[in-house]
């Protein structure tokens, strides 16, 4: 029951994606909701609330928020976030994703291959700083750090 069952993804004022940005956000949506874990550890003497959880994933005061609610919107939890830590991963991240979408359309797929795989190296670098900016405030799996770091992603100052 520690997981997302509904995320909530704000990114109002900021400019409208490329649509291969775009279908890589709806993917991490899709598979961050299909399979996450998503653990708050109890604070204050108090149990760890159980989930499973909403999350508003945004933007406010140009940093990052994870604000967590249950399902029926209780508030548990609110995470903000320097986007400092992530801004080199996030440039590498987008600069590797350029040059795979236009590598899928007229490189081998041995080049591709190779492309691809810096690609999930960038991500799991991703993954790695988000999981270290949340220590000791929620405990992710790699799988569920490397979706939440697409949406990052999306929603870092360019």
């Known amino acids: 029951m520690a997981r997302i069952s509904q995320l909530v993804l704000d990114t109002g004022g900021l400019p409208a994606p490329s649509p291969e940005i775009e279908q890589e956000r709806k993917v991490a949506v899709y598979d961050l909701l299909e399979d996450n874990s998503f653990i708050l550890p109890g604070r204050d003497g108090q149990p760890a609330p159980s989930g499973p959880f909403a999350l508003n994933l945004g933007v406010r005061d140009r940093r990052l928020v994870f604000d967590t609610q249950t399902e029926t919107g209780v508030k548990v939890a609110e995470f903000h976030l320097s986007f400092g830590p992530f801004r080199q991963a996030v440039k590498d991240y987008f600069q590797i994703c350029e040059s795979y979408f236009e590598a899928v359309k007229k490189l081998p797929p041995s080049q591709i291959e190779a ?43 360019r």
Do not use: S, W, Y
């Open 115 to 157: 492309i691809d795989m810096a690609r999930r190296g960038i991500h799991n670098e991703g993954a790695r700083i988000l999981q270290e900016r949340l220590e000791g405030k929620v405990e992710l799996d790699i799988d569920t750090a490397r979706r939440l770091f697409t949406l990052v992603a999306v929603l870092a100052p």
